[in-house]
């Protein structure tokens, strides 16, 4: 195995949204960009776009959901690649119901894509990001996850309460704190990111932010300095308390 000099960054969901759109502003920076797709014909089609912007993307066949792809993507990372400098945990699914009508299948649906499939993510590329010198990961969270805005009255998150999503989003919060403890003595810097309300397929287009926007602070957690915090939940205005 030879370990790739230039850096490799992998986004899952990569095809399409925030995920494609991160990938062409970190392949823009010289990266290598490898686009996680649960249909490869989708994620084929998206990197060969960004390959037309001179960038050096690729797919990579990946649903979060199913361990076979992940250890598939794994082994190929490694064989190609021998490292890992960024992970965006970024796949994830809108489960948007009213506490009266959902169901415990809800609730499992949301964390098995927003949360297992994180967890999933991270532990198979582990031996990968401890390869790199300087690795960062990103879990694409939401303010809508923080408990302490959802418990306060005067937060514009308050009245937004479709617990099947806010609580996978919550979960995944403690994945960023126990990853960066678990690296905390390595140079690997993780935290949770909140893009914005970003205009989407994932809300049929009516987010306030295009997508542009809204990865420039993902772009900022994945390049951050030595110096830069770990362990932390941000978006555009800084911390997002738990
Ligand atoms: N848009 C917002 O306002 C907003 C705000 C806060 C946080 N976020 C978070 O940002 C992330 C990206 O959202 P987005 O707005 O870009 O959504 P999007 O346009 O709906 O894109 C979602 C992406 O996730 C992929 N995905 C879903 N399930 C997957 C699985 N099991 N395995 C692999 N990929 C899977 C989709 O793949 P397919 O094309 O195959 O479906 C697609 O590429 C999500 O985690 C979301 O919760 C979004």
């Not at 390959?51 to 066949?61: G, K, L, M, S, T």
């Not at 021998?82 to 649906?109: C, E, M, P, Q, Y």
């Not at 959802?150 to 514009?156: I, N, R, V």
């Not at 306030?208 to 205005?237: C, K, M, W």
Request: overall charge negative; aromatic content about 8%.
């Amino acid at each position: 195995m030879s370990v790739q000099m230039k850096k490799v960054a992998l986004i899952s969901g990569g095809n399409r949204g925030l995920g494609f759109e991160t990938a062409r502003q970190l392949g823009s920076l010289g990266y290598t960009v490898l686009l996680g797709a649960r249909n490869k014909e989708k994620g084929e089609e998206a990197a060969a776009k960004l390959q037309d912007q001179e960038i050096d993307a690729h797919c990579i066949e990946l649903d979060v959901t199913e361990q076979a792809t992940i250890d598939a993507a794994a082994r190929k990372i490694t064989t190609e690649y021998g490292k890992l400098d960024v992970l965006i945990n970024n796949a994830g699914i809108g489960v948007i119901h009213k506490f009266t009508d959902l169901s415990v299948a809800d609730l499992k649906r949301s964390f098995d894509t927003n949360f297992f499939g994180a967890f999933a993510v991270s532990q198979a590329m582990l031996p990968l990001i401890e390869n790199s010198d300087a690795p960062r990961i990103v879990n694409i969270s939401s303010s809508i996850g923080s408990i302490t805005l959802h418990s306060d009255p005067a937060s514009g998150v308050y009245p937004f309460k479709a617990l099947a999503y806010s609580c996978s989003k919550t979960a995944l919060n403690q994945l960023t704190t126990h990853l960066a403890f678990t690296l905390k003595h390595t140079p690997a810097k993780v935290n949770s990111v909140c893009p914005g309300f970003v205009a989407t397929d994932f809300n049929n287009g009516y987010g306030d932010l295009t997508p542009e926007q809204g990865s420039r602070i993902i772009v900022h957690y994945a390049t951050l300095a030595q110096e830069g915090p770990t362990g932390g939940y941000f978006n555009e205005q800084g911390v997002i308390p738990w």
